[in-house]
């Protein structure tokens, strides 16, 4: 998946590295964060859910791509598992409506039609789609992603790219690492080293088509030992390799909703662990039940609405009629809205929610009639007061801002952040390296160069770049951009 027009992007890189073919020195760019190390607990983490879902579709290596430039703190592949078991970074075990794979009568062979699957203790009736499961991974990488049909999200990339496997990810998201060290902010700072949040999806699906009870947790668990996380070493590996270089170790930060299977890794491995929680796990949601979970993960993931309209009207929203009452009062009740980060806090856990949308698309905090009318500002305010963690986020680029708003003067007085806020503004840093915008963009023609943009933007941060120019011309500029591709 190399840009289409090389010459194009072997140009840039000229450009870019000129001064130096063979490594390139630090180079002072317009940077969107502070530093080398991760923001400390009372700054909140952001977490680039599916990588930048809103610009790219979910789950795709330019997606990936697009939140490392950003600067996120943390990105999250979503890990299934092929016929073959290999893990491959997709949302769902279906490959319709995600991918071409209704247009591709060579995969009519595979496809499932009238049978019944469990997930999550919920029973579902496929009437007709594809599995991932089905497939091998050499078939699996023919097909293309397709953006999924919401807000404005654009859906110009629709076919474009394949689904990553979860070595593809690893080995951007080092490649990524290994250019960190020679791309410095304008304040002369590191950006910061990524972190990476593998889910795994459906533990129990996946553990029962591989035949063993912890099937999935060992598959993923082996892809991680392959590039140096091994299940033995706290939080980080000591040693990390990018094509023979020794590079800085991304966090690592494992996480899933399967209770069994965040146990068994908590068991097996030294790997940090966040556990998700919404109304699959309703007995976590209550005093007794939360308490038994201490130590079994360092983190809690709510979902939002548990913090805001609470439990029993989620349930209510979900229509779930199978839950036990007995069993919830003996464990002292579900934990009231505006209980849960203080009480999960004092149990010694860290607390992160998910997800905040892009300001976009409605807020979807399971209100019980339609959500007020509320900022992405006032939403994300609200569990900053909380004392929240982490939040799972779409609409990176705004996400960062409203933190760097809410925090700003702890942001800069703790990190050296001088112009903490210049994300938004255009600066003369983009001068100062020299690039030149107007010859870059003359450049963009029909059909062949957002690949060569998209990995650029990994050198040069220019995805923020492109954000820029959208703030300040309005959001249309860039869908012009795109769009007369
Ligand atoms: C898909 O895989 C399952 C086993 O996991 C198998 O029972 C089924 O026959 C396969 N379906 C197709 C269409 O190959
Ligand atoms: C699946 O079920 C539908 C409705 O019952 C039926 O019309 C169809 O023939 C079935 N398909 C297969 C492949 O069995
Ligand atoms: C890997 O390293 C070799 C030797 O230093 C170099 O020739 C090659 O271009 C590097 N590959 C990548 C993808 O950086
Ligand atoms: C984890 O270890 C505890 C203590 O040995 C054990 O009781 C529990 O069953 C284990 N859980 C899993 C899922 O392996
Ligand atoms: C509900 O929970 C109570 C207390 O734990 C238990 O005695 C009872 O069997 C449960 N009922 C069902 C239907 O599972
Ligand atoms: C929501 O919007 C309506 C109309 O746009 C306005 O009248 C109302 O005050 C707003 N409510 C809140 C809570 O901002
Ligand atoms: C940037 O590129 C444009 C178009 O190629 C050119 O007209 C302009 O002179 C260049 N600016 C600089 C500062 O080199
Ligand atoms: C743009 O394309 C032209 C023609 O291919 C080339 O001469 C020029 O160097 C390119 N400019 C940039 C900035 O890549």
Redesign the pocket.
Known sequence: MGPQNTSFFNTLLFQLFAANAQVPEPITLFGTSTNDIAPEPEIPLLFGHRGDKINLPEHTIPAYEMAMASAIDYIEPDLVLTKDQVPVCFHDIFLHPGTDVKERPEFDHLKTTNRTIKLRDVTHYITSNWLVSNFTWAELKTLRVIQKAKGIRPKYFDRMFGIPSFDEFMEIAH?YT?KQQFIRNYDGRKRPIIGLMPELKHARYHDAIGGSQHYMVETIVKALEKWGYSRNEKAKPSRCL????EIPCNPMLVQALDPVAVEYLRNTTTYQLLCLMDTANLRWLTYKGMAEMKGKTDWLCFLKSLLFTGTPAQIKRESLVDWNKTEIEELGGFIKPNKIVPYAKKLGFKVAVHTIYSSWEDSERGCAVRCTNETKEQEMHYFFKMGVNGFFVEGIEESIKIRQEYFGKKLISKWGMAGANSLFTVDSSAIACNFNWTAFTANISKGDNILAILQASILINAASALVKIRRIQSFNTVLELIGIM
């Open positions: 490649r290994w990018y094509n023979g270089t």
